[in-house]
């Protein structure tokens, strides 16, 4: 009986740990215009303080994402999750989705990481 397992499929992603952090989130004098991740509606509220039951940080310190792929509602994105980047075939950005820090560290390698074969020197 053939055993089958999927081809690893890279993913363009982005460790998010505050404002500004996604690409293409419009930062203009370390001022965030929210482009890809805007502030949770609790920054500078005093309800910010609450700690999300996720994470345990802060309310406050967490983004709210806009353009998720496949999701009509805003999802909220806690300090260290990751964006994965969803791209056309013309590389242009669909949207994004968010991925847990624990699945990218189960599943994922980082390539950038690893180290360059050298080719091997004639003799």
């Given at each position: 009986?053939?055993?089958?397992?999927?081809?690893?499929?890279?993913?363009?992603?982005?460790?998010?740990?505050?404002?500004?952090?996604?690409?293409?989130?419009?930062?203009?004098?370390?001022?965030?215009?929210?482009?890809?991740?805007?502030?949770?509606?609790?920054?500078?509220?005093?309800?910010?303080?609450?700690?999300?039951?996720?994470?345990?940080?802060?309310?406050?310190?967490?983004?709210?994402?806009?353009?998720?792929?496949?999701?009509?509602k805003?999802?909220?994105?806690?300090?260290?999750?990751?964006?994965?980047?969803?791209?056309?075939?013309?590389?242009r950005?669909?949207?994004?989705?968010i991925?847990?820090?624990?699945?990218?560290?189960?599943?994922?390698?980082?390539?950038?990481?690893?180290?360059?074969?050298?080719?091997?020197?004639?003799?």
């Amino acid at each position: 009986m053939p055993v089958f397992i999927p081809k690893p499929e890279p993913i363009e992603v982005y460790q998010w740990f505050k404002n500004g952090d996604a690409p293409g989130d419009g930062v203009i004098n370390n001022i965030n215009s929210g482009g890809v991740v805007a502030r949770h509606p609790t920054y500078g509220h005093f309800t910010g303080g609450q700690l999300c039951p996720t994470c345990n940080k802060q309310i406050a310190d967490h983004g709210v994402i806009k353009k998720l792929v496949g999701v009509d509602k805003e999802r909220v994105i806690c300090p260290g999750d990751w964006l994965r980047v969803h791209r056309d075939g013309k590389k242009r950005i669909e949207g994004y989705s968010i991925v847990k820090n624990t699945v990218i560290l189960e599943r994922y390698v980082d390539i950038t990481t690893l180290p360059i074969p050298q080719p091997e020197k004639k003799k």
